[in-house]
């Protein structure tokens, strides 16, 4: 009676032993065939980074009236970790902005200059400027037709509210080390110097935003057209297509699809969205589009 008892327990142990040896063997075929799928497409997603902002070094935090939005070396930074990340095979970067400060949009070019990955852009409402200069090193540029584009330029305004102080009996003095010391104050009008010295600065920094365009565009480039919008004019996206600042006119997927094209991964190879800090704006609140005027001092932008 004891072997019988012995015998069925041992059976039993046998059994499970059995079921679980099975079930391991199971689970392990699962993980091949997954491991197989995951292989063929690397694992990897296309990211897709929304620049939905003025392009500014110091960002703006989030108030009642409006979003939070990122500084130029938050989203430097995002995309250097991108380029660092092994799940993400190419990146699309949605375009969405009027530009903005010539510092942050040299920082965030930058970085884009350095991403290894396939990386592509898709021009929405609005790309112009800083925008525009941002993108110049992008492998592929696809722009929805009546997409603002272009404003390929540099501007550096200041205000004059002499003639205001002057009726409401305000004087300012100013005890100064050289006689250029208080350029761009407001409380006078510029002097011819100091228009000619400003001048050569604004030139200096267009040339390096023309000769950025012709490093990246240059063979694509309509060159007699491209020379007709130096003179800061926005453009449409089909007009940039026409000169060759864009490479295809289309949307977000057409964008998506070509990154993963480029990148060698599946068609139905997942996006991940990366966050960055952003808030859109409308036509008509661009104003570093249409109204360059700053209360933060002498501020130079691409425009």
Same mark, same amino acid.
Do not use: W
């Given at each position: 009676?004891?072997?019988?008892? +012995?015998?069925?327990?041992?059976?039993?142990?046998?059994?499970?032993?059995?079921?679980?040896?099975?079930?391991?063997?199971?689970?392990?075929?699962?993980?091949?065939?997954?491991?197989?799928?995951?292989?063929?497409?690397?694992?990897?997603?296309?990211?897709?980074?929304?620049?939905?902002?003025?392009?500014?070094?110091?960002?703006?935090?989030?108030?009642?009236?409006?979003?939070?939005?990122?500084?130029?070396?938050?989203?430097?930074?995002?995309?250097? %970790?991108?380029?660092?990340?092994?799940?993400?095979? !190419?990146?699309?970067?949605?375009?969405?902005?009027?530009?903005?400060?010539?510092?942050?949009?040299?920082?965030?070019?930058?970085?884009?200059?350095?991403?290894?990955?396939?990386?592509?852009?898709?021009?929405?409402?609005? !790309? +112009?400027?800083?925008?525009?200069?941002?993108?110049?090193?992008?492998?592929?540029?696809?722009?929805?037709?009546? /997409?603002? /584009? &272009?404003?390929?330029?540099?501007?550096?305004?200041?205000?004059?509210?002499?003639?205001?102080?002057?009726?409401?009996?305000?004087?300012? /003095?100013?005890?100064?080390?050289?006689?250029?010391?208080?350029?761009?104050?407001?409380?006078?009008?510029?002097?011819?110097? %100091?228009?000619?010295?400003?001048?050569?600065?604004?030139?200096?920094?267009?040339?390096?935003?023309?000769?950025?365009?012709?490093?990246?565009?240059?063979?694509?480039?309509?060159? +007699?057209?491209?020379?007709?919008?130096?003179? &800061?004019?926005?453009?449409?996206?089909?007009?940039?297509?026409?000169?060759?600042?864009?490479?295809?006119?289309?949307?977000?997927?057409?964008?998506?699809?070509? +990154?993963?094209?480029?990148?060698?991964?599946?068609?139905? !190879?997942? /996006?991940?969205?990366?966050?960055?800090?952003?808030?859109?704006?409308?036509?008509?609140?661009?104003?570093?589009?249409?109204?360059?005027?700053?209360?933060?001092?002498?501020?130079?932008?691409?425009?």
């Amino acid at each position: 009676m004891l072997d019988k008892s +012995a015998k069925k327990r041992d059976n039993v142990i046998y059994g499970t032993i059995l079921v679980l040896a099975i079930g391991f063997l199971v689970l392990v075929g699962l993980v091949f065939v997954l491991s197989d799928s995951f292989s063929i497409s690397g694992g990897k997603c296309v990211a897709v980074v929304n620049i939905n902002n003025p392009l500014s070094i110091e960002g703006s935090p989030e108030s009642l009236l409006s979003s939070a939005l990122p500084s130029s070396e938050e989203i430097a930074n995002k995309i250097e %970790e991108l380029d660092k990340r092994e799940d993400v095979g !190419a990146v699309v970067f949605v375009i969405n902005s009027p530009g903005g400060s010539v510092v942050a949009s040299r920082e965030i070019y930058t970085s884009i200059v350095n991403l290894s990955k396939p990386k592509v852009g898709y021009f929405r409402e609005v !790309a +112009a400027s800083g925008a525009y200069y941002i993108s110049t090193p992008l492998d592929y540029i696809i722009s929805d037709p009546a /997409t603002l /584009t &272009g404003s390929i330029g540099v501007i550096i305004t200041f205000s004059d509210l002499s003639g205001l102080f002057e009726k409401i009996g305000y004087n300012s /003095t100013s005890i100064k080390s050289g006689e250029l010391k208080d350029i761009g104050s407001s409380d006078r009008p510029i002097t011819d110097k %100091e228009r000619e010295i400003i001048q050569a600065a604004v030139d200096e920094i267009f040339e390096d935003f023309k000769s950025i365009v012709l490093k990246h565009r240059g063979s694509k480039l309509n060159k +007699a057209k491209f020379e007709e919008i130096l003179d &800061g004019r926005v453009i449409t996206g089909k007009q940039a297509k026409a000169i060759g600042l864009v490479d295809e006119l289309g949307n977000k997927k057409d964008a998506i699809n070509k +990154a993963r094209e480029l990148a060698g991964l599946p068609e139905d !190879a997942p /996006t991940c969205e990366i966050s960055v800090v952003s808030s859109s704006s409308g036509l008509f609140g661009l104003n570093s589009l249409f109204s360059p005027s700053s209360s933060k001092g002498i501020e130079v932008k691409f425009q």
